[in-house]
């Protein structure tokens, strides 16, 4: 597989690079900047990109660079900071000229050689730098520049050395995409070939060649992660996998039976639905503490997963959905353990089994794309994020099965307008939540006295930070008239309207 590193220095947008190079259908992998040049020869790359980074080159402890890189023979191509490290250490001057560049800039094309081939004289690029490269290193042109950075782009097509200074791999430089192009198609000679039927081929080689002809168990969540792991499994091994669906009851309205329909009946993946319901309920009762009802749960998880396991004799292998971003924001180390804990609810990790992670490379947009090919329902490709332990962390103070009857109806309610509103896919996730008050009502000529429901809806890209969804007014009248009419229980909607931070984004 034709691959292009980019060796982090740890800027922002480093995965950023990666994922464009990805959308050129070039396969990319994130490596940290001090990769031993050994390790960087055998993975044989096409080419090698050097991200930006915060430091600058003048101070203390700054990230260097191997100059052995630059004689692998590979082109290179560095990104801001990656230019600047470039130029210094093959004897150019990066200096600190005062002229700082930020955000929206011109840039003009001195001549047409690799980068900047067939782009418009003059475009827009982002910049976000201190230091500049005022004199390129010997054998190096300068093909770009702005009225700040004179050498804006470098280049030195003989030992395939490229530097740009500005950030080709964000939407605000229009021309970014062709930037990275053309060092791909014309400098590297890579070919656009890493396609989505590639990627499900060679993850279901590679899954066939670690697990053989030994037993797997994956436990299934419905969520698009698991699901996608499950049937690129199911693929490469047949019925030597076997799924593991717990139902603890804290599911949302008709969930599990999209799930078991999809596997059991369309996919027929061989699956084992336990219905543990009553038992988390019972270990749930009259808890209130957001902690404790975590800590239940996980660990009753834990124990309906071993008993079902046990059961299963003679499996050696468990699938995980970890994804390329856990295994990069983890520092790539220790991430199949970090997984373990948020995927299927707390694995103990001493488990004696050895973890298949089809998914470890590829991004979350990217599993969506494979999980549309290898036809999963639509409704499951896009489910917005569910949390494992499920409506238990939306029910504000004790989880009984009335609360839970009231809260999963609210929530249907809510789902199917926002989804007939068009704006499913736009709202990272979208749901109610059931708080411990109840206030004073009248319906017809009766005095209420009844739940509120809150609506919840978050705009965001990785969860991390979020902002709540300005949601339409007609929306909000509709979703709230439908859930105090149709839901018994209930005689007030409510709208959170605050961001993470400092709220979270659950409740609970
Ligand atoms: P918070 O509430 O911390 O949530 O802003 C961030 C994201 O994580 C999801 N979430 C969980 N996912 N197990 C999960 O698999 C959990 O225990 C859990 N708790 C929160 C939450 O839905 C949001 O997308």
């Given at each position: ?57 003048y ?89 700040s ?97 717990v ?11 999209q ?41 009753e ?13 003679g ?21 199949a ?42 409704n ?14 939306r ?8 609360r ?86 209930v ?18």
């Amino acid at each position: 597989m034709e691959t292009v590193l980019v060796l982090d220095f740890g800027a922002q947008y480093s995965q950023l690079i990666a994922r464009r190079v990805r959308e050129c259908r070039v396969y990319s992998e994130l490596v940290p900047h001090d990769a031993p040049i050994d390790e960087i020869r055998a993975r044989n790359p096409r080419g090698i990109i050097l991200s930006g980074g915060p430091a600058s080159v003048y101070e203390d402890g700054a990230p260097g660079i191997n100059p052995e890189i630059f004689d692998l023979g590979v082109p290179v191509l560095g990104i801001c900071y990656g230019m600047q490290v470039m130029a210094q250490a093959l004897g150019g001057t990066v200096a600190r000229t005062g002229k700082s560049e930020f955000g929206k800039t011109e840039l003009s094309v001195l001549r047409e050689v690799v980068l900047l081939d067939d782009l418009p004289a003059t475009q827009s690029c982002w910049m976000s730098h201190r230091d500049s490269v005022t004199e390129p290193p010997s054998g190096f042109q300068v093909t770009g520049a702005t009225a700040s950075s004179p050498v804006a782009v470098m280049e030195n097509t003989e030992r395939g050395l490229y530097g740009i200074q500005c950030h080709p791999e964000v939407v605000h430089t229009p021309y970014g995409a062709d930037v990275l192009k053309n060092f791909l198609f014309e400098a590297c000679d890579c070919s656009p070939t890493w396609t989505v039927v590639s990627i499900i081929e060679e993850t279901e080689a590679a899954i066939r060649e670690q697990v053989r002809d030994q037993k797997v168990i994956c436990g299934l969540s419905g969520g698009v992660d698991s699901s996608t792991a499950a049937l690129l499994v199911y693929r490469a091994i047949g019925e030597n996998l076997t799924c593991i669906f717990v139902d603890h009851g804290l599911l949302r309205k008709n969930e599990a039976e999209q799930v078991i329909d999809a596997f059991r009946n369309h996919f027929h993946v061989p699956l084992v639905h336990v219905e543990a319901q009553e038992r988390f309920l019972t270990r749930l009762a009259g808890v209130a503490d957001p902690e404790m009802k975590r800590k239940i749960i996980g660990e009753e998880f834990i124990r309906v997963f071993e008993e079902e396991a046990r059961k299963l004799e003679g499996a050696h292998f468990l699938v995980q959905g970890t994804l390329y971003s856990d295994v990069i924001e983890s520092g790539t180390r220790d991430a199949a353990r970090i997984k373990s804990h948020h995927n299927v609810g707390g694995l103990p990790v001493d488990m004696d089994l050895e973890l298949v992670e089809p998914l470890r490379n590829i991004f979350k947009d990217e599993v969506r794309n494979v999980a549309a090919e290898l036809g999963l329902p639509d409704n499951m490709v896009w489910r917005q994020p569910f949390p494992g332990p499920g409506l238990a962390i939306r029910i504000i103070g004790e989880v009984t099965e009335e609360r839970l009857e009231i809260l999963r109806e609210a929530d249907f309610v809510l789902q199917e307008e926002v989804r007939r509103a068009g704006l499913y896919r736009d709202l990272w996730q979208s749901f109610c939540v059931l708080p411990a008050i109840r206030s004073v009502g009248v319906m017809g000529d009766e005095r209420t006295y009844a739940y509120p429901i809150v609506i919840r809806a978050v705009t965001s890209e990785d969860a991390m930070t979020a902002d709540w969804a300005r949601l339409p007014y007609d929306l909000l009248e509709t979703v709230s008239s439908r859930i105090i009419n149709e839901v018994t229980g209930v005689n007030r909607v409510a709208l959170d309207i605050s961001s993470k931070p400092p709220s979270t984004i659950e409740w609970e």
